[in-house]
């Protein structure tokens, strides 16, 4: 079956982190980055998740997992090496409903981490369905060296000319088409050289 991309806004919702090792720290941390509040459990932690804990960033609770810790969550992730443990939350969570991703084990997966590469505002995921993470990472690098730095401060530029286009009384077609001549790779070229200036007026 093909997974259903989707890029989700976490911010404030309820987020689940079991485990808080090197892996656990990891996925804290991206959900931190996604304004998500994390409770993590775990009986030991890294030194980072506990400075998070400490500056009250994150809920730690240094014990073994309950199912109460699912209570109104949105999601969960488990970062643990306990199989037996792993199996018995992913099935309480699909019990109550809540996405679930065990690491490193794709028959436990609601969903699955992609490799992404991140240019500012510009997000591109690479998903294999969970079939070779190698082969995404591979891609992921690729990618790096095909979208540069500078596509960070070309999409911050693009869209503060978008908001202002849609200013504008103008019609959808001509609006579309002031859009699309914003983004050829020679508006890209002379953007990156310094040349010009990004402009809404039809060449």
């Known amino acids: 079956m093909s997974l259903f991309p989707i ?8 987020c689940l982190v ?11 941390e991206g959900l931190l980055a996604a304004g998500a509040a994390v409770k993590v459990v775990a009986p030991e932690a890294t030194e980072t998740v506990m400075q998070w804990a400490r500056a009250g960033k994150i809920d730690w609770h240094p014990r073994l997992f309950e199912p109460a810790d699912l209570d109104r969550k949105f999601l969960v992730v488990v970062a643990t090496p306990l199989h037996e443990l792993n199996d018995s939350i992913y099935h309480e969570a699909q019990r109550r409903g809540v996405l679930c991703n065990v690491v490193d084990d794709p028959p436990r997966c609601d969903f699955y981490y992609p490799a992404v590469v991140n240019r500012g505002k510009l997000q591109i995921a690479i998903s294999t369905n969970g079939q070779s993470p190698a082969l995404a990472q591979r891609l ?6 095909q979208f540069g730095p500078e596509y960070g401060g070309w999409i911050k530029a693009l869209g503060s000319e978008r908001r202002h286009l849609l200013t504008l009384p103008l019609g959808a077609e001509e609006r579309r088409q002031l859009l699309h001549n914003l983004v050829t790779p020679e508006k890209f070229e002379e953007f990156v050289r310094g040349t010009t200036r990004l402009s809404t007026t039809m060449p």
Do not use: C, D, T
Request: hydrophobic letters at 35%; charged letters at 30%.
């Open 18 to 28: 079991v485990g808080a090792g090197q892996v656990g720290e990891s996925k804290v």
């Open 7 to 14: 890029f989700l806004k976490l911010i404030n919702r309820p």
């Open 140 to 145: 992921r690098r690729e990618l790096e060296q």
